[in-house]
Every structure is written in structure tokens, then in C-alpha cells.
């Protein structure tokens, strides 16, 4: 049965390798989507991990104007600032050649992510199933923006939930509009991406835990391949 050898763990011997190993892979697996479909999807995480992967995947050479890439969530906050995930992908993945690429941007401006999540969500249902999807994951095991303190964790894992959620997890310093639970898993590729001895701790806690309301991590771990570098 999928999943009954475990997760599947790539080591890299250092953080550049893995930028530059995992920007190769899915350069490639952008190019094979594309070899079978008009366009293909790919959805990108925020945070502090992803900038190298992105440094080196720009510049990958395949036809970027049939790519529409998304954030795997955003967090309510203005384009222009510094939490911003869209900020994050312009600067440095939607550069050089990949600048030719669409963005399917979440933030609109609403004052809250609940105002943008039907519209965003038509955009993202175009969009599915997902070519390739690559998450992040924090210490407490959430991923997108899945949190397991979130009272609406529940509602964003339901096999028939919307597209996209507005939702409010207490440990963060504002609201978010993330990728729910089915469009993670009805992704054709699943890649998580995590550095250093604490994360790798909590992935395997993910593993053994198993319930994606406690480790909402858990929900793609069967069919995702996790990259891991100290
Ligand atoms: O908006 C976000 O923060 C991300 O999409 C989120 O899911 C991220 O991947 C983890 O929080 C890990 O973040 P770091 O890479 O900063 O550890």
C-alpha cells in the first residue's frame, strides 16, 4: 500500500546543495508537466527556507510563460512588506527567466482574507489538479498555512473544503489565506523542503504521529518527497 515504506527523506550534504539539486528536480518536473499539458501549476511556499531554491530555479530554462505559479499561502499583510510571501516569490523566483511566468497573487487588498478567498479560489480551481507543489513546514509541523492550534484546521482538511481558507491561527501575527487540504493532496508532485536538526525531529514526530489534526504535515507525508539539509 503507498506510504508503507514510510516517508520518503532525501539528505544533502549542505543547504546549497539541496538549493541547487531541488531547483534542478523541479526544473525537470516543470518541464515534464509541460511536455503533457498546456500549462502547468506550481505552488511555492513563503518563509525564510525557499529564497535559495528559488535563486537557482529562475534562471532553469523551460517555457516559464505556460507556468502559473502560486504561494502555498499568504499571510494577510501588503504586498509591498516584508512578511509578504508574494514579495518573497517576486523577488526571487519571478526574476530572470522565470519572470515571464503568471502569478495567481492571494492578496488583494481586502481587509480581510475571507473577503478574497472565493475569488481566489475560482483562480486556483482552474488551476487544479496541481502540477507540483512545494511546501515548507515550521517546527510545530504545520505546512501552507495549517496550523495544528487553528480552530479552523478541521474545516481546511475536509476532503470537500474550498480551494483556499481564510484562517486565523493564534501563534502567528496575522490572519492567512492558505491552500486547503484536497488541493494538497490532489497534487500530481508533493516536494517538502526543511533545514536543520529541529525540523528534522519534529518531520519524523509527523511520521509516527500520523493525524494531520495534530500534524497537519502528515497529510501529504505518503506521497511527498522531503528534502533535508542541516
Ligand atoms: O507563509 C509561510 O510561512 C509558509 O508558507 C509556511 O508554511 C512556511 O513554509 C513555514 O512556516 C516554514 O517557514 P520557514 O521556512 O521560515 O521556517
Known amino acids: 500500500m503507498e506510504g508503507d515504506q514510510g516517508m520518503k527523506l532525501v539528505e544533502y550534504p549542505d543547504r546549497e546543495m539541496l538549493a541547487i539539486d531541488l531547483a534542478n528536480l523541479l526544473a525537470g518536473e516543470l518541464n515534464q508537466a509541460l511536455m503533457t499539458g498546456e500549462t502547468a501549476s506550481f505552488a511555492v511556499p513563503g518563509g525564510t527556507t525557499p529564497a535559495p531554491i528559488f535563486d537557482a530555479l529562475c534562471a532553469a530554462d523551460l517555457p516559464w510563460e505556460r507556468v502559473h505559479v502560486m504561494p502555498t ?13 508574494a514579495r518573497l516569490i517576486r523577488d526571487h523566483l519571478l526574476v530572470e527567466r ?13 481587509p480581510r482574507p475571507e473577503e478574497a478567498a472565493e475569488p481566489v479560489g475560482r ?14 513546514m515550521g517546527q510545530d509541523m504545520h505546512t501552507a498555512s495549517l496550523f495544528p492550534d487553528d480552530p ?7 476532503p470537500d473544503a474550498p480551494p483556499v481558507l481564510a484562517v486565523y491561527p493564534p501563534s502567528q501575527p496575522e490572519p492567512r489565506l492558505t491552500l486547503t487540504g484536497p488541493v494538497l493532496t490532489g497534487a500530481m508532485s508533493v516536494h517538502v523542503v526543511i533545514t536543520g536538526e529541529a525540523k528534522r525531529r519534529a518531520i519524523e514526530e509527523a511520521e509516527r504521529i500520523g493525524d494531520p489534526m495534530r500534524a497537519p504535515v502528515a497529510l501529504v507525508l505518503d506521497d511527498a518527497t522531503v528534502h533535508w539539509a542541516e
Do not use: H, T
Not at 483562480?123 to 515548507?136: F, R, T
Open 73 to 85: 499561502d499568504e499571510r494577510w499583510v501588503p504586498e509591498d512588506d516584508a512578511r509578504s510571501n
Open 98 to 110: 522565470a519572470a515571464r511566468a503568471e502569478f495567481i497573487s492571494f492578496f488583494d487588498g481586502s
Open 123 to 136: 483562480k486556483v480551481a482552474a488551476e487544479l489538479p496541481l502540477s507540483i507543489v512545494l511546501l515548507g
Open 152 to 158: 479552523r484546521l478541521a474545516e481546511a482538511l475536509d
